[in-house]
């Protein structure tokens, strides 16, 4: 694969034996050809549809992963006198979705594009067009767990836990959903398992969704089952530190792969504002994680 972009002049400080060329006021540079591009394979953006109505992988995505992590923690508080048993579960599957919603959207538009909705203020209303921020969603999951465990009087940190373990199943399907859709494209590179996406321009870029999906989402599912399988339940918020900083490092390692958003670029020294939301995780997380683990295990 070989491509010529046009680069404006004041980029380019030098010129190699086969070019570049001056055009204008830019530089014509050949991209070298890349030995392996996988193409973008053809997946409708939605499941289905009836009519005006359409299912869309993201919104399945949202929907199966919160499904099934109820499912799951159902399954694991199904024993007699568990410290938060089934309601609590039951009415956070609707108070999370919402919190995971409005926070996910506030914090897309103020922190991401704020420039554009100030201008267009009904914009921020329609989720359905896209723009949701992970760490927005964090926080309103975070409402509705403070929320949920005081109207059924019931330890937060330990409804929190629970839902920890369970958080990245639902990251996993979304990042795999940002892949399908054609979205958040990694940088340029030539890697043999580059892809060309057909909304990323005609460069082979990384995939970072997938990335994401298997360092945010697989690998964090299975560290966390391991964890509660040696006894971090006992541990209050050991679970929540795992989460936190085992997807604070996985975030900030991929956004080094990841495409910048193109409203803001970096924020400084090539740092994202991705990774700049991440570390506070991170270091709490450390230090829920210390904290688990020096106290005493609870029943």
Do not use: C
């Amino acid at each position: 694969m070989t491509a010529t972009t046009s680069i404006p002049a004041p980029l380019i400080d030098s010129s190699g034996p086969d070019g570049p060329v001056m055009n204008g006021g830019g530089i014509d540079v050949t991209i070298a050809p890349v030995a392996a591009a996988l193409p973008f394979p053809e997946i409708p953006s939605a499941l289905f549809s009836v009519g005006p109505f359409e299912l869309r992988w993201y919104a399945l995505a949202y929907l199966g992963g919160i499904l099934l992590g109820w499912w799951i923690l159902r399954r694991i508080t199904a024993k007699a006198g568990d410290p938060i048993g089934h309601p609590p579960l039951d009415d956070l599957i609707n108070f999370g979705i919402i919190g995971i919603i409005i926070g996910g959207r506030l914090v897309y538009v103020l922190g991401y594009n704020l420039d554009y909705y100030l201008a267009h203020p009904l914009d921020a209303l329609k989720v359905w067009q896209g723009g949701m921020a992970f760490h927005g969603g964090f926080l309103g999951m975070v409402a509705a767990i403070i929320f949920t465990a005081r109207r059924h009087k019931v330890d937060m940190v330990k409804l929190g836990d629970l839902i920890a373990m369970v958080a990245p199943i639902g990251e996993f399907f979304g990042r795999l959903s940002n892949f399908i859709n054609d979205e958040l494209h990694g940088r340029v590179t030539d890697v043999p398992w580059a892809v060309v996406f057909p909304k990323g321009g005609y460069l082979p870029r990384h995939p970072s969704q997938i990335y994401e999906a298997l360092l945010e989402g697989a690998l964090l599912v299975v560290v966390l089952h391991i964890a509660y399988r040696m006894g971090a339940r006992q541990r209050p918020g050991l679970l929540i530190g795992l989460f936190l900083a085992g997807y604070g490092m996985a975030r900030i390692v991929v956004e080094n792969f990841r495409e910048p958003d193109a409203q803001l670029g970096f924020l400084f020294a090539e740092v994202t504002m991705g990774q700049l939301l991440s570390l506070p995780m991170v270091v709490i997380g450390l230090w829920l994680i210390r904290r688990g683990l020096s106290m005493k295990a609870t029943p």
